[in-house]
């Protein structure tokens, strides 16, 4: 009778258990990892209109550098002005300099047609045109809202030797839905525009060298 007792009380305290290792989220409950990457304009539906045809000139891009806020694996959701919520769970598939760095060539391939377009560090035999330098301080973004990318960026010639333009970046771009993943989006839509800006500064040096 009394092992009887003990038998009841053990299955009791296994279901106990068991409903508990279940409200918890026990083995084979933890949400699965998600990695995200960038995408270039130019792999989107719409290609990108061209700025401008450059002949026999080479752009290099980089270095990029990122605010330490932003350079690491995770993906970064702005909850407020001042507050920033790591999502462990949303991550990017590679370096995020790298996956920005190989965007902007990318799109700058696209706009700047005929032109040479490399990414840092490259051959030092290779003669320069134009050496584009950018310093990202924000790049994140609110699901629902909009990312925002701010960035110092400069245009070297001379082989780096001489400053072309030195100038500051604030863009945005809204998210369409209240996901990651539309964050992600919108966080390469915004690298488009980015791009832009800078084939366009780069046509302004062409035309100032054409008038000489």
């Known amino acids: 009778m009394r092992s009887n007792h003990f038998r009841v009380i053990g299955i009791a305290l296994l279901s106990?258990?068991?409903?508990?290792n279940g409200c918890l989220g026990g083995p084979g409950k933890t949400p699965p990892t998600r990695y995200y990457v960038l995408n270039s304009s130019s792999s989107a539906e719409n290609e990108t209109v061209s700025v401008a045809i450059l002949k026999d000139d080479t752009v290099c891009v980089?270095?990029?550098k990122l605010s330490?806020?932003?350079d690491r694996p995770q993906i970064i959701v702005r909850t407020s002005k001042n507050e920033i919520r790591i999502a462990d769970l949303e991550?990017?598939?590679?370096?995020?300099?790298?996956?920005?760095?190989?965007?902007?060539?990318?799109?700058?391939?696209?706009?700047?047609?005929?032109?040479?377009?490399?990414?840092?560090?490259?051959?030092?035999?290779?003669?320069?045109?134009?050496?584009?330098?950018?310093?990202i301080t924000q790049f994140d973004g609110m699901p629902g809202g909009d990312v925002i990318l701010k960035a110092r960026w400069g245009i070297l010639g001379e082989n780096g030797k001489k400053?072309?333009?030195?100038?500051?970046?604030?863009?945005?771009?809204?998210?369409?839905?209240?996901?990651?993943?539309?964050?992600v989006s919108?966080?390469?839509?915004?690298?488009?525009?980015?791009?832009?800006?800078?084939?366009?500064?780069?046509?302004?040096?062409e035309e100032i060298k054409a008038e000489r």
């Open 62 to 64: 980089g270095p990029i």
């Open 163 to 183: 400053v072309l333009a030195n100038k500051q970046s604030m863009l945005n771009e809204p998210i369409q839905e209240n996901t990651i993943a539309e964050m």
């Open 68 to 70: 330490q806020v932003l």
């Open 91 to 135: 991550r990017w598939a590679g370096p995020l300099h790298e996956m920005v760095a190989n965007v902007m060539v990318d799109n700058l391939t696209a706009l700047l047609p005929g032109t040479e377009i490399l990414k840092f560090p490259w051959p030092v035999t290779i003669p320069v045109t134009y050496q584009v330098t950018m310093d």
């Open 16 to 20: 106990s258990l068991l409903a508990l």
């Open 186 to 205: 919108a966080q390469s839509r915004l690298l488009a525009k980015f791009s832009h800006e800078i084939a366009m500064e780069i046509k302004k040096l």
